[in-house]
């Protein structure tokens, strides 16, 4: 799931239309989820596991095989 902080719903979706994104999108835009996870630096992939803790978190650019790798271990 991608969270769009502080943006407008159509920019959200154009973003993700035009990176060819196809993921479900919440959207936060008073940034309330993104205060909850601390997330300071905008991209974060924020890993969340079964129990709802924060597995791992890694700031900027990140591949769809980096994603594999962090959630790899939560299986």
Request: glycine share 6%; proline share 7%; net charge negative.
């Amino acid at each position: 799931m991608v969270v769009a902080i502080q943006d407008a719903e159509a920019d959200a979706r154009a973003v993700m239309t035009q990176g060819g994104y196809d993921l479900p999108v919440l959207l936060d835009p008073p940034g309330d989820i993104a205060n909850r996870y601390r997330v300071t630096a905008v991209p974060t992939a924020v890993v969340i596991d079964a129990q709802g803790k924060i597995a791992e978190v890694r700031v900027g650019e990140t591949t769809a095989d980096m994603l594999e790798s962090m959630v790899a271990p939560l299986r």
